[in-house]
DNA sequence: CGAATTTGACCAGCGC
DNA sequence: GCGCTGGTCAAATTCG
């Protein structure tokens, strides 16, 4: 039911297209579906190989073609904010945006419910990191659930899906998962499979599924956040491992970064199937995504995903398999 | 024997 | 109101 709105709400957006426009340039995009109180949304994000950033770059429907360049040098993190259909002056429409975020949200309390959930659908964030420039497309699913009138309705932690291929249906992810449930899939051979942190004062919830598009993709949705350092992963290994970036991201968030942590412990169990095949197919230049999309009658999260020639040993070693698979940045906004 | 998994039952939300 | 579906519970079973 939420997939399907979701698809209703990607069309009504035109991010669509949009998605379909940049695949040939886009490196990587995952799909993030966020949930909190009786609001939620669904996003893709996209690394884009491009040094150049131009508002005009991201503004629908009709954006320009991308040209990847080489990687840049570390570069101090940026976080830029802005809305579709840009400012007349592009190129000074970056700025910096937690407050303008805010300011934005504030905006819209004036306005009427249409007009906000318009405006929240059309905001979007460009991030660059190491000198990657990260695109976030934040849309609502088309609805809110519901507010109950007595607002009675639970309330859900924030979650956060990603895919990954890997013949190994749980990944390991630096925690300890105890699995409480287990339920047949509409319209999908496999099953969905519930786990619960075991740590008891920590309420973190994943579900894990194949889609049934490519059974070598395996969904993982995580719900709510880590009250405990990872039982499994001692800090140490971690610092040593991960650039800092990665670090502070988790850090600072308290979020689990789950491909990044799944990446980092198929190094260290020395998985190596899995391991190539993540690598493979993870490392930015290989992976090509025709975006967010979810335009599968049957309901699925993936449309379409293309595997590119293995070109990009150089930006796996530099960017560390893109660990910030989520910049610090955008977990913090939510 | 304790921990983890399996699996059918149950419940809540939602659409018709 | 009813049926469908997603999510959770908990007893039974399996595993180490």
């Given at each position: ?6 698809i209703?709400?990607?069309e ?12 040939d ?13 009786d609001?939620s ?24 073609s ?28 970056i700025?910096s945006?937690?407050?303008e ?8 309390k004036?306005?009427?419910?249409e ?11 460009v ?10 497309s934040?849309f ?22 990603f ?39 920590c309420?973190?919830k ?11 993709i ?17 800090r ?25 942590r799944?990446?980092f ?7 190596r199937?899995v391991?190539?095949?993540l ?5 930015p230049s290989n992976?090509?995504?025709?975006g ?13 995903i ?6 990009g040993?150089a ?9 910030d ?10």
């Amino acid at each position: 039911m939420e997939r399907k709105e979701a698809i209703k709400t990607e069309e009504t957006v035109g991010s669509s297209s949009f998605s379909d426009h940049i695949s040939d340039s886009c490196q990587f995009s995952g799909i993030f579906d966020f949930s909190e109180g009786d609001k939620s949304s669904l996003g893709f994000m996209e690394l884009l190989g491009v040094q150049d950033y131009s508002p005009s770059l991201f503004d629908l429907p009709h954006p320009p073609s991308m040209a990847p360049s080489a990687p840049l040098p570390p570069t101090a993190v940026k976080e830029c904010s802005e809305v579709l259909n840009p400012p007349a002056t592009p190129n000074s429409s970056i700025s910096s945006a937690s407050s303008e975020a805010v300011n934005d949200h504030e905006q819209t309390k004036a306005v009427d419910e249409e007009e906000e959930e318009q405006q929240e659908k059309t905001k979007k964030h460009v991030f660059e990191v190491d000198g990657f420039f990260w695109v976030w497309s934040l849309f609502l699913w088309g609805f809110r659930l519901k507010p109950k009138k007595t607002n009675q309705k639970r309330q859900r932690e924030p979650r956060f899906a990603f895919m990954t291929k890997s013949e190994v249906d749980h990944l390991e992810d630096g925690y300890r998962w105890r699995k409480y449930g287990q339920k047949a899939v509409k319209n999908s051979p496999f099953p969905r499979s519930y786990y619960r942190c075991t740590t008891s004062s920590c309420n973190v919830k994943k579900r894990v599924e194949r889609s049934f598009t490519d059974p070598t993709i395996v969904v993982t949705t995580y719900e709510g956040q880590h009250t405990h350092p990872s039982p499994v992963m001692p800090r140490q290994m971690l610092a040593g491992a991960l650039p800092d970036s990665s670090l502070s991201a988790g850090r600072a968030t308290g979020f689990a970064m789950p491909m990044q942590r799944s990446l980092f412990c198929h190094y260290q169990q020395q998985q190596r199937q899995v391991q190539q095949s993540l690598i493979h197919n993870l490392s930015p230049s290989n992976f090509a995504c025709n975006g967010g999309g979810l335009t599968n009658p049957a309901g699925s999260y993936l449309r379409e995903i293309r595997f590119c020639n293995p070109a990009g040993s150089a930006l796996l070693r530099d960017h560390g398999l893109l660990q910030d698979v989520v910049p610090s940045h955008m977990l913090k906004e939510e």
